[in-house]
């Protein structure tokens, strides 16, 4: 069944980490609003909500995506390029041995889920500002028994490689060309977002429908017009905190698991 891991907000939420925007104040209550319509998004399109309490103290940790890598076979639990964030994996992983086995990655290694584009099994990892070279090549080494492709994608200007690209189906990747080198990605339709609208690379491919933030209508009318069936959800209030529309939830496919 398609399974959700998300958690809920915050209340810390306005103290989170940020490299690359300035600093907004966060309303905490439309956050949490935006949020649950953001799960019941994720239901309406078939997902298994599995909502995980709010980390009081860990303003980030509604971005649960970065705190772990989950394929078909294993998860695999980074060490976050924040040490700020790094308590986030506790909980998260005990709620993850439910569904997989857990590999966990060790320093020097640093990693964020954000960094991580998965499309079948090749798996592509941003060389960023939160992930570096060791925790690439860790994640390479625990992928590499079940034959996923790891490939190195250098990004710049941004926080996450799918904050400059993500793959919305049918062999297309929506991507911003100025954060993401794209010769990496050979192979594959790249749709480029609109030059108004740089944050619209990151957006999240569920059954068949794109979500996108609603913030971006051109982006949203551009996919449509190629055919690609569009979901807007508003997360404003987390873009103030550099997030999107991947970044709050960690989507697989698995049973129910055994109480």
Request: aromatic share 6%; proline share 5%.
């Amino acid at each position: 069944m398609l399974t959700a891991i998300t958690r809920q907000v915050s209340p810390s939420i306005n103290r989170c980490e940020l490299t690359f925007h300035a600093k907004e104040p966060i309303d905490v209550a439309k956050a949490i609003a935006q949020h649950e319509a953001y799960e019941g998004c994720l239901r309406q399109l078939g997902a298994r909500v599995v909502s995980l309490a709010a980390e009081p103290d860990l303003p980030d940790a509604v971005f649960v995506e970065d705190a772990a890598i989950v394929v078909d076979e294993v998860g695999v639990i980074p060490v976050m390029g924040a040490a700020s964030r790094r308590p986030e994996t506790q909980s998260l992983a005990r709620a993850l041995s439910a569904y997989r086995p857990l590999e966990f990655m060790q320093a020097p290694a640093t990693l964020d889920g954000g960094d991580v584009m998965r499309i079948a099994r090749r798996i592509f990892v941003g060389a960023s500002s939160r992930t570096n070279a060791e925790g690439i090549a860790q994640l390479r080494a625990a992928l590499a028994p079940f034959d996923y492709e790891v490939t190195a994608v250098d990004v710049r200007q941004c926080l996450h490689l799918k904050s400059g690209c993500s793959y919305v189906g049918r062999n297309s990747i929506i991507v911003n060309r100025e954060w993401v080198d794209v010769t990496r990605l050979a192979g594959f339709e790249l749709i480029d977002a609109p030059a108004s609208e740089p944050g619209a690379a990151n957006a999240l491919l569920i059954e068949g429908v794109v979500i996108v933030p609603k913030a971006f209508p051109q982006t949203i009318a551009q996919l449509q017009a190629r055919g690609f069936i569009v979901k807007a959800v508003d997360v404003s209030e987390f873009q103030k905190a550099e997030g999107g529309v991947t970044c709050k939830s960690i989507i697989f496919n698995a049973a129910e698991p055994d109480s």
